[in-house]
């Protein structure tokens, strides 16, 4: 049985055709900062909000970035974990997720087990998330110890993709890297979404309402950007991507 946040996220992705999700690392900003850059993605139009980083952040840290989130959305937030000491008692959900290519056991199912206790613990919703780190990979891969699927191999992603689902993974989500200098290209997408029947997401490297356009034309279900919110025109620029996903809409 599926809970309200994974409900939600499939009811929007049917009524809409894709999605956006505003990614906010709690290592770059303060809990202020945090909350105006969620309460201004929701204004814009964004599906939800992730929270998590690739490298460490204090618990404390976290915690109050969720809180002071939380105070200004009414949309979902969920936790987007790089370790357990990604998991904050004051969200919605968290993407229970494996690093499908990684050599790293412990960021198979290691850490998994290690952090379930803690999700039930907190009354978290677990969504379970195939998590696939493609191109650059960026600091996401290095700390993953993943071996990056080239963008050249759109076959191989879709192989582990289409793993993740007969393993019982609800969403697939392709990771280009933070900051990554090419997003996932649409020929990987395409590959992809022709061998999977669960909602694909798609990260990295997007930076542009024409980026994103291209992404859910290629069959992206959701579009997750992080980086951009750190710029000065932060505001218009995550406004300007949620137009490009927006207009695949029926």
Do not use: C
């Not at 759109?154 to 582990?160: Q, V």
């Not at 990295?204 to 034309?217: F, M, P």
């Not at 279900?221 to 710029?231: L, Q």
């Amino acid at each position: 049985m599926i809970g309200w946040v994974e409900q939600y996220l499939l009811e929007k992705i049917k009524a809409e055709g894709s999605i956006h999700i505003t990614l906010i690392d709690p290592e770059k900003l303060t809990p202020p900062q945090a909350a105006r850059v969620a309460e201004s993605s929701e204004i814009s139009g964004t599906s939800a909000i992730m929270i998590g980083g690739s490298t460490f952040v204090s618990q404390a840290h976290l915690d109050s970035t969720v809180k002071a989130i939380k105070r200004v959305v009414k949309i979902p937030i969920i936790l987007f974990p790089n370790n357990i000491t990604g998991i904050s008692r004051y969200a919605d959900a968290i993407w229970f997720m494996s690093l499908l290519n990684s050599v790293d056991p412990y960021f198979l199912i290691g850490a998994q087990i290690l952090g379930a206790p803690l999700v039930k613990k907190y009354g978290l919703e677990p969504i379970s998330m195939g998590y696939i780190i493609v191109g650059e990979g960026g600091t996401a891969g290095i700390v993953g110890k993943a071996i990056p699927v080239p963008y050249s191999k759109p076959e191989l992603a879709a192989a582990h993709a289409l793993a993740g689902q007969y393993l019982g993974m609800h969403f697939i989500y392709l990771e280009g890297g933070s900051g990554a200098k090419t997003p996932v290209p649409p020929e990987m997408i395409r590959t992809i979404k022709h061998f999977i029947d669960v909602p694909l997401i798609i990260g990295g490297g997007i930076r542009t309402k024409e980026q994103a356009l291209t992404a859910v034309s290629a069959g992206a279900d959701i579009i997750v950007t992080g980086n951009v919110i750190e710029s000065d025109d932060a505001r218009q620029r995550i406004s300007e991507i949620i137009e490009g996903v927006k207009r695949t809409r029926p």
